[in-house]
């Protein structure tokens, strides 16, 4: 073992590993149990004895657990010795360590020039927070003297219940450690028999994907250099059939915006474990003497049923948020790069006549930018187009009542640019070699002083100029061969310090549409673009699950032209605008080539949205459990539970004749409730001859009705949504 000076022999088996745990002279400090709760959420760390802290329970609040009834469920967790396993079964901890008899995937990967690749740490000190019913922090101390390594671990229980884990690693010894790979994990119980995680790809981020928890490890690797398309999201396991708003979930989320691991690991022993991490390359982290290394976090929350776990998630980012979010304009699928002054100005003319509030200009507007294949990096405003800048337009903007946008990739260059001929050494590359080109473009190696002060420069200077209220932050490629871990270090350092310059600055994660969704970036941005497809029957299942990690207020959603510009489908605009109103309403539309009908329906919408806004980016997002996948319904309760608005969405044709009564869960159960359909999304088209008779004047029930019994709804045709406001009666 790389903890001993020798490996012993057969004949010498040394010391077991509590012994030669306790035998250091800087030995660990025995601090009890850690009991935190928050909003009936419980985590009890049993940190007595030589080894790290290990995880007795995380689920369900214990209120009325006494230090006593704590020891007795530390008792009770032991397992009984089977033959040809360790005589002292081992629990697994949160840094899961070879050295303790763990047979799966290492919390702590790493070496030195070969030797201490097992270590094992004793914790030397606990150090713990209480905020009563609101939570707590642990900060745990732990070394491996032999090995030359300390680490922090440091545990935060939010008001919310969102549990967030990360670790401080340190090279105490006098040679280069280098470090290749450390990830958390969680213990979750037998119970757990299912596994729901993601995958994906451009204009359809975030599909389900759903499957028994068996014996071995299901291991989900992002090695795109950004979150992806692809990405695991959110590593959940739960019991038997869990659904939305029944059975118990666990689930983990890794916020870091590179690579990353996700993991699911059942062993044969019966032990279970959620988890995650950066997923670092070979040599890429290798810390000096004194060195340390920063995990990102690892976000995890208990439900029971999905929307409870989103639910926590949702409070947690909500605080501190921006004021009401402006109903946005943006340019591209209005005019691509056909950035003439003219036709804009009418498009902000336009826009303003339907009620936006904000008008980004998108790709298209910088020197020599006709087309995705040349211009990148050469941050200034082409003085061919713009002979006066941006200036008139954003004047125009100004009097029209809105603020302005922009759109940038700053982490990008085409070699087609001044930038990159001028400086082909801050493109990123390998060996001398550069990766192959994607979307005609390369990387700007932003760990390059000269890079990064040459980016920063120019933003400062565009957001100054123009008095620029938001930034579309686009990155439309993966990195290939490329220094991750420093890129994204130094992206996160760029936006802090632009905003940092321009605190009023609001910033949108764009990345090939949604493919960077973390909590890594959305601890600098506003909101992020959840996909480039904004096609009506996509967009609800893109933002149904997005939905378990972002509340509806972070996520842009805009409502396209009658034809998809992504999928060919034609929509109605009730399917298009409904559901945008569930998210940051925003318009990607010429509305110079909609009709007069159109707009003025689309103003209707708009206006609804404003009216509701503040209300529903406080609210409690509901989704039922239907037995047909065709039919969906969704919505938001009010925090004070008086009001909901809920979309009942025909995904496709369904099952049977008539849909049949649909539940609607989330309501007081004690309060009586008019529902009623809602205008403008109150005339979907149907099958039906004659139309359910609450329809018209509406109906008034209790929320336990409504949860269990339900009200029949009529049988939309494919692709259609009919919106229902419930108001306390």
Same mark, same amino acid.
């Given at each position: 073992?790389?903890?001993?000076?020798?490996?012993?022999?057969?004949?010498?088996?040394?010391?077991?590993?509590?012994?030669?745990?306790?035998?250091?002279?800087?030995?660990?400090?025995?601090?009890?149990?850690?009991?935190?709760?928050?909003?009936?959420?419980?985590?009890?760390?049993?940190?007595?004895?030589?080894?790290?802290?290990?995880?007795?329970?995380?689920?369900?609040?214990?209120?009325?657990?006494?230090?006593?009834?704590?020891?007795?469920?530390?008792?009770?967790?032991?397992?009984?010795?089977?033959?040809?396993?360790?005589?002292?079964?081992?629990?697994?901890?949160?840094?899961?360590?070879?050295?303790?008899?763990?047979?799966?995937?290492?919390?702590?990967?790493?070496?030195?020039?070969?030797?201490?690749?097992?270590?094992?740490?004793?914790?030397?000190?606990?150090?713990?927070?209480?905020?009563?019913?609101?939570?707590?922090?642990?900060?745990?101390?732990?070394?491996?003297?032999?090995?030359?390594?300390?680490?922090?671990?440091?545990?935060?229980?939010?008001?919310?219940?969102?549990?967030?884990?990360?670790?401080?690693?340190?090279?105490?010894?006098?040679?280069?450690?280098?470090?290749?790979?450390?990830?958390?994990?969680?213990?979750?119980?037998?119970?757990?028999?299912?596994?729901?995680?993601?995958?994906?790809?451009?204009?359809?981020?975030?599909?389900?994907?759903?499957?028994?928890?068996?014996?071995?490890?299901?291991?989900?690797?992002?090695?795109?250099?950004?979150?992806?398309?692809?990405?695991?999201?959110?590593?959940?396991?739960?019991?038997?059939?869990?659904?939305?708003?029944?059975?118990?979930?666990?689930?983990?989320?890794?916020?870091?915006?590179?690579?990353?691991?996700?993991?699911?690991?059942?062993?044969?022993?019966?032990?279970?474990?959620?988890?995650?991490?950066?997923?670092?390359?070979?040599?890429?982290?290798?810390?000096?003497?004194?060195?340390?290394?920063?995990?990102?976090?690892?976000?995890?929350?208990?439900?029971?049923?999905?929307?409870?776990?989103?639910?926590?998630?949702?409070?947690?980012?909500?605080?501190?948020? $921006? *004021?009401?979010?402006?109903?946005?304009?943006?340019?591209? @699928?209005? =005019?691509?790069? #056909?950035? +003439? !002054?003219? /036709?804009?100005?009418?498009?902000?003319?336009?826009?303003?006549?339907?009620?936006?509030?904000?008008?980004?200009?998108?790709?298209?507007?910088?020197?020599?930018?006709?087309?995705?294949?040349?211009?990148?990096?050469?941050?200034?405003?082409?003085?061919?187009?713009?002979?006066?800048?941006?200036?008139?337009?954003?004047?125009?903007?100004?009097? $029209? *009542?809105?603020?302005?946008?922009?759109?940038?990739?700053? @982490?990008? =260059?085409?070699? #087609?640019? +001044? !930038?990159? /001929?001028?400086?082909?050494?801050?493109?990123?590359?390998?060996?001398?070699?550069?990766?192959?080109?994607?979307?005609?473009?390369?990387?700007?190696?932003?760990?390059?002083?000269?890079?990064?002060?040459?980016?920063?420069?120019?933003?400062?200077?565009?957001?100054?100029?123009?008095?620029?209220?938001?930034?579309?932050?686009?990155?439309?490629?993966?990195?290939?061969?490329?220094?991750?871990?420093?890129?994204?270090?130094? =992206?996160?350092?760029?936006? +802090?310090?632009? /905003?940092?310059?321009?605190?009023?600055?609001?910033?949108?994660?764009?990345?090939?549409?949604?493919?960077?969704?973390?909590?890594?970036?959305?601890?600098?941005?506003?909101?992020?673009?959840?996909?480039?497809?904004?096609?009506?029957?996509?967009?609800?299942?893109?933002?149904?699950?997005?939905?378990?990690?972002?509340?509806?207020?972070?996520?842009?959603?805009?409502?396209?032209?009658?034809?998809?510009?992504?999928?060919?489908?034609?929509?109605?605009?009730?399917?298009?605008?409904?559901?945008?109103?569930?998210?940051?309403?925003?318009?990607?539309?010429?509305?110079?080539?909609?009709?007069?009908?159109?707009?003025?329906?689309?103003?209707?919408?708009?206006?609804?949205?404003?009216?509701?806004?503040?209300?529903?980016?406080?609210?409690?997002?509901?989704?039922?459990?239907?037995?047909?996948?065709?039919?969906?319904?969704?919505?938001?309760?009010?925090?004070?539970?008086?009001?909901?608005?809920?979309?009942?969405?025909?995904?496709?044709?369904?099952?049977?004749?008539?849909?049949?009564?649909?539940?609607?869960?989330?309501?007081?159960?004690?309060?009586?409730?008019?529902?009623?359909?809602?205008?403008?999304?109150?005339?979907?088209?149907?099958?039906?001859?004659?139309?359910?008779?609450?329809?018209?004047?509406?109906?008034?029930?209790?929320?336990?009705?409504?949860?269990?019994?339900?009200?029949?709804?009529?049988?939309?045709?494919?692709?259609?949504?009919?919106?229902?406001?419930?108001?306390?009666?």
């Amino acid at each position: 073992m790389a903890i001993l000076d020798t490996i012993p022999d057969a004949g010498d088996p040394g010391p077991d590993v509590d012994a030669r745990v306790a035998a250091r002279p800087d030995g660990p400090r025995p601090a009890g149990f850690v009991h935190l709760q928050a909003d009936g959420v419980g985590l009890v760390l049993d940190c007595r004895g030589a080894r790290l802290p290990r995880v007795l329970h995380w689920g369900r609040a214990l209120p009325h657990a006494t230090e006593a009834d704590l020891a007795a469920l530390a008792l009770a967790s032991v397992p009984a010795t089977v033959p040809n396993s360790l005589d002292t079964p081992a629990p697994v901890g949160m840094v899961p360590e070879l050295a303790t008899g763990w047979f799966g995937l290492p919390g702590l990967l790493g070496h030195r020039d070969g030797r201490d690749w097992s270590p094992l740490f004793a914790t030397e000190r606990v150090d713990v927070r209480h905020r009563g019913a609101q939570g707590g922090e642990a900060l745990v101390r732990a070394a491996d003297v032999e090995c030359g390594l300390a680490m922090d671990l440091h545990l935060d229980l939010t008001a919310d219940g969102v549990l967030r884990m990360r670790t401080v690693l340190r090279n105490t010894g006098d040679q280069p450690y280098t470090l290749d790979g450390l990830v958390l994990a969680l213990p979750v119980p037998a119970e757990a028999t299912e596994l729901l995680d993601f995958t994906g790809r451009w204009s359809r981020e975030r599909t389900p994907q759903r499957r028994p928890f068996s014996a071995g490890t299901h291991l989900r690797d992002g090695r795109r250099g950004r979150t992806g398309s692809d990405a695991s999201f959110i590593m959940v396991a739960g019991e038997h059939g869990f659904g939305f708003r029944a059975g118990q979930v666990w689930g983990v989320h890794v916020g870091w915006s590179g690579n990353h691991r996700t993991y699911a690991e059942r062993l044969p022993s019966g032990e279970s474990v959620i988890g995650g991490g950066e997923l670092l390359q070979s040599g890429e982290v290798r810390l000096a003497a004194g060195a340390s290394y920063e995990s990102p976090w690892t976000y995890a929350a208990h439900g029971d049923g999905l929307d409870e776990m989103a639910s926590r998630f949702h409070r947690h980012l909500r605080r501190p948020r $921006r *004021g009401p979010r402006p109903v946005v304009v943006n340019t591209w @699928e209005a =005019v691509y790069f #056909d950035h +003439d !002054l003219g /036709r804009l100005k009418a498009l902000v003319d336009a826009s303003a006549e339907v009620g936006a509030e904000r008008f980004v200009l998108d790709d298209g507007w910088f020197r020599g930018r006709r087309h995705d294949r040349a211009g990148l990096g050469d941050w200034f405003v082409d003085e061919t187009r713009w002979p006066a800048g941006l200036h008139p337009l954003v004047e125009h903007v100004r009097t $029209r *009542g809105m603020d302005f946008g922009l759109w940038v990739e700053p @982490e990008m =260059v085409n070699p #087609d640019s +001044d !930038l990159a /001929r001028a400086h082909p050494d801050w493109i990123m590359a390998s060996a001398g070699r550069r990766p192959p080109l994607v979307r005609h473009q390369q990387a700007l190696d932003l760990r390059r002083a000269a890079a990064y002060r040459y980016l920063l420069e120019r933003l400062d200077a565009l957001v100054g100029e123009y008095g620029i209220a938001f930034l579309k932050w686009d990155h439309n490629r993966d990195l290939i061969d490329a220094g991750v871990h420093g890129q994204t270090v130094a =992206v996160y350092r760029l936006m +802090d310090e632009l /905003r940092a310059r321009h605190p009023a600055l609001e910033i949108e994660s764009c990345s090939s549409g949604g493919a960077r969704v973390d909590l890594g970036i959305l601890e600098r941005t506003d909101r992020v673009w959840a996909s480039d497809c904004i096609d009506g029957v996509e967009r609800q299942a893109i933002q149904r699950w997005t939905g378990l990690l972002l509340p509806p207020e972070l996520l842009g959603s805009h409502v396209g032209s009658a034809r998809s510009h992504t999928t060919g489908r034609t929509q109605s605009l009730g399917l298009r605008a409904g559901t945008a109103l569930f998210g940051h309403f925003g318009i990607e539309w010429d509305l110079t080539a909609a009709t007069e009908d159109e707009r003025a329906e689309l103003r209707r919408w708009v206006e609804l949205y404003k009216r509701m806004r503040g209300w529903l980016h406080r609210g409690t997002v509901v989704r039922a459990d239907h037995p047909d996948p065709a039919l969906w319904l969704h919505g938001i309760v009010s925090a004070e539970r008086d009001q909901a608005l809920f979309a009942v969405v025909a995904m496709a044709t369904a099952v049977s004749t008539q849909p049949g009564r649909l539940r609607i869960p989330g309501l007081d159960p004690h309060e009586r409730y008019r529902v009623r359909p809602l205008p403008p999304g109150d005339q979907p088209s149907t099958n039906a001859l004659t139309p359910n008779p609450w329809l018209a004047s509406g109906v008034v029930v209790t929320g336990q009705m409504l949860a269990e019994v339900g009200l029949s709804v009529p049988p939309l045709h494919p692709e259609q949504l009919l919106l229902l406001h419930v108001t306390r009666a």
